[in-house]
């Protein structure tokens, strides 16, 4: 063993604790990037669109879910998943005033009132809940680290992936093989068709948008947990790389932004742990890594192409 | 009737000169700052309705372009001694210490720098199309302002610049405004310009037209970067002091609402929305002071002002979608044709 | 109907425009430079964040800017009215709402803003208007430098990163530090910087810093680099910056078996670096300017008094008491200048000599910064506790 981890050290310039310790943070960072990403994915896979509002809807649940415990003393479980029903329904409320009258419109104009409606719930949360930061509700038993040798792992680094994993399994499920995820992909594909095809175009887009934001809340809680501090703004870098990761993953596909999401979180972080003088330009590898893909690779490492609409 | 059009035209600009000169003589500092961000968001909003509005290519890159030309202005004209004294902690890369051109100049090359680094992104990224290429010019410019914090030697990082010479005044700003309005403005109505709308129209369909895509959308993203390293430059001179922090997406989010409040696609609109939300963002500073109605004081909800606007910008969008000019603009013609009561007889405001 | 509503708003928002417009060019212009009071009068300009990422800095001071209006509500027998202008946490904002105070509100003088970068967008403006401005907080050496009309109450970065350095080399007997700074923050770069001087200085060791490590304002993952830095073994860590960032961050150290103590700057003395941090934020020691254990002249007393019946239970930040003598250092100058002209009222304030500040005796150098000791303080059972004082010469 000492031998190894002396041949590890003259090849990688880090000892294999410090690289172990590494790799268990980019996981759970990863494991977290792949929670929200699915939800994003989802409402890309059926609407094609860029739900810029993603990152403010995640936001918004944690503001549920402390004012949950702390104004209304409700025990934290209690309080979680009244957190994600509620963002739930703020996703079908944000796609009925701001996306559904655009339906029709050009692309753009649907993505600048989702820039719109990004910044509306930013401003609101300033309003409303004050500029100051907050502490998230702690829940000890999930929070505290465990040892394992030389690597300090907290246990909510094991439940994310095994979150993330369920709700995979879970979305795949409903997708494939229910009839509402039947409709989903219907309406994916063609939703004037789906419509005259007998499916409910409007209902089946809000389910999926309530199911794409309790996806973003369920990603928050867990967020929430591991960095616990709330702000009116704290949404919009995770929003942005869960984008990235789903892009990376191919946008659209749900295991893709899974996968995407372990690569951005494992790849910021190593890139941090081999190069340390160049951390100051962490956020940057993010989005140097969607454009490569976007150039190089614009339907992400799992994508198939996408024929072009005349 | 040609010849009365330009001359009307010019009695425009002379009018609008009057204007200037009759402000700069009556107006305090604060009114004039305030017409000099109006001059400046003309700028700004004009180079992005270029890329977005008449070529339809939706780029959200227009934060770090104005960096580079903000930048770019503020290094070439700071004074030796000023730049030793903000570069306390790294000093500055030589040759840049000690190199200063005249105002005009330092502009014109933040602009010039602004317009490469539009080329050297717009080339690859402009393959993109729709909110790929939003992204994808977000992420630029997001990364244009992470090497700013980091390359402390050249931009002092976080520090910021402080000093700049404050050589903006209404003469710059007005002065720049028009002349980007008639750039921008003959350069829509030629060739150029209706090749740019073709595409925005139908990219297949201007393809098979012969249009070559690439390199009219390059042609179109070049010139509006340029034109925000200029709006950059001025800003920068105009404030006396930048960091990296300045140019985050809010940034480009307030040009944004300036367009599509304005129309995309109209010179006229982008002109009158950026006059609008200048003085409107001042105007509606009360919404966040506290108010006093007889004995009655309603505490003032610091943040509202910024309620206003994103749901502006909703509202816009969604209901009128077409901003206050559309893809129309103002002209002699249509203005004599509202008096003449006539059908029309010529171009103007035929949509 | 859509028409119809369409055109309606155009037309609002046309009328609006010429409202505001007409509004702007026809009022009477005012020619004059400076200021002074009008009536009875006094307008003092508050420049605070009161939105964007600086929020909670900005809400600090102007607890304390009221509260020394409260107790000190007139001067030359006319009444002193606080003037609150948002800049957003924005430099474009910031030096249209500096101007909108100079100009509209006509001020006499300024109290601002918390963030030397805020402050450094209003510092052309105000010297120009021949306005004083005393900022509470602004730490960056720039601020007051080459501006005769901007002060400050409280000390500087090169100050407060030497009294961190002399700590850790005296009393933690640190003869390795690691350092983990906010790449996208002046105030944090420049504390490293000073301390990074500092430190070498006292040891002698060129290689007394181990390590290196950078985040950008708003991470909230600093694993990676942590992880870095744990495996230097360092005797202390260095971690100026935002409290945002920094209660997270040493959470994270704790989680990742880090055990070494961790040290920073007076940006932490905030009740949410506790409220978030919790058990993870115990022991962590930092520079501050201000203890209410120790109140240090009359004046700490009284403004403790009257901050504690305000609050009860909460103890008053550093930055509210470096409000509150921004508020009251100006007050003593327009007394000594017996007017509210504005350029006399510079002409005291660049001559404050020991005077008692809640936030200890004030004397302003020839920059027109404070010359005042520094206080450390540690964070013990969910408190920030006194730990020691260092004079200032």
């Not at chain 1, 009925?96 to 409606?117: E, V």
């Not at chain 2, 005044?169 to 073709?198: D, E, Q």
Request: net charge positive.
């Amino acid at each position: 063993m000492m031998n190894f981890n002396a041949v590890f050290m003259y090849l990688t310039g880090m000892d294999l604790g410090t690289f172990l310790q590494h790799l268990t943070n980019g996981i759970s960072l990863g494991s977290l990037y792949a929670l929200v990403a699915i939800g994003y994915t989802m409402v890309y896979g059926t609407l094609r669109l860029i739900n810029f509002a993603h990152g403010d809807v995640f936001m918004m649940t944690t503001y549920f879910a402390f004012y949950g415990v702390s104004t209304f003393m409700m025990p934290w479980y209690v309080s979680f998943i009244l957190a994600i029903i509620l963002t739930g329904a703020l996703g079908m409320l944000l796609e009925k005033w701001a996306y559904r009258p655009l339906r029709d419109a050009p692309k753009i104009s649907i993505m600048i009132s989702a820039i719109g409606a990004s910044f509306l719930l930013e401003n609101l949360a300033v309003v409303l809940f004050g500029g100051r930061p907050k502490a998230f509700p702690s829940v000890k038993i999930l929070t505290d680290s465990i040892q394992l040798g030389s690597v300090s792992i907290q246990k909510l680094t094991f439940v994310i992936p095994i979150v993330t994993v369920i709700f995979l399994v879970g979305l795949l499920y409903l997708i494939n093989h229910t009839k509402t995820g039947m409709a989903m992909r219907a309406v994916a594909k063609d939703y004037e068709t789906a419509g005259i095809m007998g499916v409910n175009v409007n209902l089946t887009i809000s389910q999926t948008f309530a199911i794409g934001s309790m996806l973003a809340a369920v990603g928050a809680i867990m967020w929430g947990l591991k960095f616990p501090q709330i702000a009116p703004l704290m949404g919009v870098m995770p929003g942005l790389k869960a984008f990235i990761a789903a892009v990376i993953g191919g946008i659209g596909n749900i295991k893709g932004a899974v996968i995407g999401g372990f690569i951005l979180g494992i790849g910021e972080i190593m890139i941090v742990g081999f190069l340390p003088s160049l951390s100051g330009y962490r956020d940057a590898f993010a989005f140097i890594f969607l454009i490569v893909i976007l150039l190089f690779k614009p339907t992400g490492i799992t994508g198939e192409k996408i024929a072009e609409k005349v | 009737m040609k010849q009365k059009k330009t001359l009307l035209t010019l009695i425009a600009i002379l009018i609008l000169f009057v204007f200037v000169f009759i402000a700069d003589q009556t107006l305090d500092s604060y009114k004039m700052r305030i017409l000099n961000l109006c001059a400046i968001y003309v700028i700004l909003g004009l180079s992005m309705n270029l890329i977005n509005g008449f070529t339809g290519l939706f780029s959200l890159g227009h934060a770090g372009f104005m960096a580079v030309g903000a930048y770019t202005t503020a290094i070439l004209t700071m004074p030796d001694i000023v730049k030793t004294q903000n570069f306390f902690m790294t000093p500055m890369m030589k040759p840049l210490d000690t190199l200063h051109v005249p105002f005009f100049l330092a502009l014109l090359a933040g602009g010039i720098l602004a317009g490469v680094v539009g080329y050297l992104i717009g080339a690859p990224a402009l393959r993109l199309r729709g909110d790929y290429l939003a992204i994808a010019t977000l992420g630029f410019a997001e990364i244009i302002r992470v090497v700013f914090t980091n390359t402390q030697s050249i931009t002092n990082g976080a520090l910021g610049l402080k000093g700049i010479p404050v050589s903006t005044n209404i003469w710059w700003t007005f002065g720049l405004a028009l002349v980007t309005v008639l750039i921008i403005g003959s350069l829509i109505n030629s060739s150029y310009g209706r090749a740019f709308k073709a595409i925005r129209e139908d990219e297949i369909a201007a393809e098979s037209m012969g249009i070559n895509l690439f390199k009219h959308k390059v042609i179109a993203f070049t010139i509006g970067a340029f034109f925000a390293g200029i709006g950059g430059g001025l800003l920068g001179s105009l404030l006396g002091t930048i960091d990296p922090l300045m140019f985050r997406f809010f940034l480009t989010f307030n040009v944004l609402l300036i367009i599509i409040l304005g129309g995309m696609g109209s010179i006229t609109g982008t002109i009158i929305s950026a006059i609008i939300i200048t003085i409107g963002g001042e105007a509606l500073r009360f919404l966040d002071e506290s108010m006093t109605i007889g004995s009655l004081v309603i505490p003032g909800i610091s943040g509202m002002r910024m309620v206003v606007f994103s749901a502006l910008l909703m509202i816009v969008v969604i209901f009128f979608n077409h901003g206050i000019m559309g893809t129309k603009e103002f002209t002699w013609d249509g203005l004599f044709a509202k008096f003449a009561k006539k059908p029309l007889a010529k171009g103007g405001n035929k949509q | 109907m859509k028409k119809v509503a369409s055109i309606f708003v155009s037309a609002l928002l046309v009328g609006a425009l010429i409202a505001t417009g007409c509004g702007t060019k026809t009022e009477s212009p005012s020619a004059t430079t400076g200021s002074s009071a009008s009536g009875d009068v006094i307008k003092i300009g508050v420049f605070e964040p009161m939105t964007g990422a600086n929020a909670a800095g900005g809400a600090l001071e102007v607890e304390g800017i009221k509260l020394a209006n409260k107790l000190y509500p007139e001067v030359l027998g006319k009444k002193v009215e606080l003037v609150l202008v948002d800049n957003k946490s924005d430099k474009v904002e910031a030096s249209s709402a500096a101007s909108r105070l100079v100009e509209k509100e006509k001020v006499s003088a300024i109290i601002g803003s918390w963030g030397s970068s805020l402050s450094m967008a209003a510092g052309d403006i105000v010297k120009k208007a021949q306005v004083p401005t005393v900022a509470a907080s602004a730490t960056n050496p720039l601020v007051t430098q080459n501006n005769d009309f901007y002060f400050r109450v409280c000390f500087i970065d090169p100050f407060q990163g030497k009294v961190m350095a002399n700590y850790a080399f005296s009393k933690l007997n640190a003869k390795r530090v690691a350092i983990v700074q906010e790449i996208s923050s002046d105030y944090s770069i420049g504390l490293s910087k000073f301390f990074t001087d500092s430190f070498k200085e006292l040891t002698g060791d060129q290689n007394a810093i181990v390590g290196v490590a950078n985040y950008n304002t708003g991470d909230q993952d600093f694993s990676a680099q942590l992880t870095n830095l744990k495996a230097k073994n360092p005797d202390v860590i260095f971690a100026p910056g935002n409290f945002t960032e920094s209660s997270l961050l040493i959470k994270q150290a704790r989680q990742l078996g880090i055990k070494v103590p961790i040290i920073g700057g007076d940006t932490w003395e905030v009740p949410e670096f506790i409220s978030v941090g919790q058990e993870a934020v115990e022991g962590a020691i930092f520079s501050t300017f201000f203890t209410s254990e120790k109140p240090i002249t009359p004046e700490s007393e009284k403004f403790l008094a009257e901050y504690r019946k305000a609050n009860p239970g909460v103890e008053p930040a550093a930055v509210t008491a470096l409000g509150y003598d921004a508020y009251i250092v100006i007050l003593d100058a327009i007394k000594r200048a017996n007017s509210a002209d504005s350029i006399k009222i510079k002409e005291q304030l660049a001559v404050t000599k020991d005077f008692a500040g809640a936030a200890g005796m004030i004397t302003l150098d020839k920059n027109g910064d404070a010359v005042k000791d520094a206080v450390i303080k540690q964070v013990k059972n969910g408190k920030f506790t006194y730990l020691d004082i260092v004079k200032a010469k």
